[in-house]
């Protein structure tokens, strides 16, 4: 170990070691109606988190008992010697199908899960890099993984681009569940949307623009914040958002309740439309469906149009902000931006203008 490398090690084990300051004490009473209330606090922040959101944290921290059982370490001890152990058990790990093990981005939303959930619902008091060297240690990982050439899970979720959302359009049948899945598909690329984003809109949520531009979208339920995104008129009338919305909205009826789901099942027989909405999972099967059924070439799922968006928005040479904005990124996000640059590599090449 370098000399840096041991200082950024033991400056870190300082921190996490160094007891926090006692805070004010009250009288035994008052205390426990204090703590009464932080819990009561903490459960409904809980409540109020997007269910997909809790399951994943929830099977992060299962993941975390299970290594504290296996090598007799305690619960509480998330530190950052326990948290590199659990990065090198979580590495031999199965993964989801036989013979496969966990991906490097599952093992890194591990670390997250375990370390928000000891802060939130456990109340343990973390350094902010206490997952510092634990990432430090994945990244190596995956770093000589690329080297052999091996691959774990399925890889970041591939864009969906025009030219896939024109052979889905002409793929999809002429009856409501095409009427439906083009308006999901289309709006779910505009809004830059995530799947329980999509799963949770209403039919208010949805409105028209008084000046007629296209349309209101109020995404109210969100992983990150609420935002509300204008849709303009797209150029391609077969892929607008905007006729695809309201053709959809039509086979809702006139009297629709303004609260009721906007994008709803359908029977399968019937194929009327039903009163109840789809979750989040629902809403990435089928568009992972209605992308086999028009044979791409690659495989679609939630998370594609979202990346889509990016990567078309990026070739229109339209700014980061603008992108960031639509899709409810942070300003100067990474995430975002690694959507972007993964297909600049055309755009911006040192090859232009040489050869």
């Given at each position: 170990m370098t ?11 300082d921190?996490?070691l ?10 035994a009473d ?11 606090a ?32 305690p619960?509480?001890a ?18 989801q ?27 343990l ?20 993984l ?5 691959t774990r899970g399925?890889?970041?979720a ?32 505009a809004?830059?949307?995530r ?29 990150v ?10 150029s391609?009338?077969?892929l ?29 027989r ?8 789809l979750?989040?999972?629902t ?10 059924r028009?044979?791409l ?8 149009p ?12 339209n ?6 904005a639509?899709?409810?990124?942070a ?7 690694g959507?972007?640059?993964?297909d ?12």
């Amino acid at each position: 170990m370098t000399n840096t490398e041991l200082s950024v090690s033991t400056s870190t084990t300082d921190r996490q070691l160094a007891a926090p300051a006692p805070g004010p004490r009250f009288a035994a009473d008052v205390e426990d109606r204090l703590a009464a209330l932080d819990r009561e606090a903490t459960a409904h922040v809980e409540d109020h988190r997007p269910e997909k959101t809790k399951k994943g944290y929830g099977a992060d921290w299962g993941a975390w008992l299970r290594f504290c059982a296996e090598r007799d370490v305690p619960p509480a001890a998330v530190r950052t010697g326990t948290l590199v152990a659990f990065t090198e058990w979580c590495w031999t790990q199965p993964g989801q199908r036989p013979g496969t093990f966990l991906a490097p981005s599952t093992i890194d939303r591990r670390l997250s899960g375990v370390v928000v959930t000891a802060r939130r619902l456990h109340k343990l008091q973390l350094s902010k890099d206490v997952a510092e060297e634990a990432r430090a240690l994945l990244k190596a990982k995956t770093k000589a993984l690329a080297k052999t050439g091996q691959t774990r899970g399925r890889g970041p979720a591939k864009a969906l681009l025009v030219r896939h959302m024109e052979k889905v359009a002409a793929a999809l049948p002429a009856n409501r569940f095409g009427v439906r899945d083009l308006a999901l598909m289309t709006l779910h690329f505009a809004v830059a949307g995530r799947e329980h984003e999509l799963a949770h809109l209403r039919v208010r949520d949805i409105a028209e623009d008084p000046e007629g531009r296209g349309l209101t979208v109020d995404i109210r339920v969100s992983k990150v914040k609420p935002r509300k995104v204008a849709v303009p008129f797209g150029s391609r009338a077969h892929l607008c958002p905007v006729r695809a919305w309201r053709r959809w909205r039509a086979e809702l009826g006139p009297d629709a309740d303004p609260d009721s789901f906007a994008f709803r099942a359908v029977h399968n027989r019937w194929k009327t439309v039903l009163e109840s909405g789809l979750d989040p999972e629902t809403v990435g099967d089928i568009l992972t469906r209605i992308g086999a059924r028009a044979e791409l070439d690659v495989r679609i799922t939630g998370h594609s149009p979202r990346r889509g968006l990016v990567t078309e928005s990026s070739r229109a040479g339209n700014p980061d902000a603008v992108m960031e904005a639509q899709g409810g990124w942070a300003k100067g996000s990474k995430v975002m931006r690694g959507y972007r640059e993964e297909d600049d590599a055309f755009k911006e090449n040192a090859l232009h203008g040489v050869l």
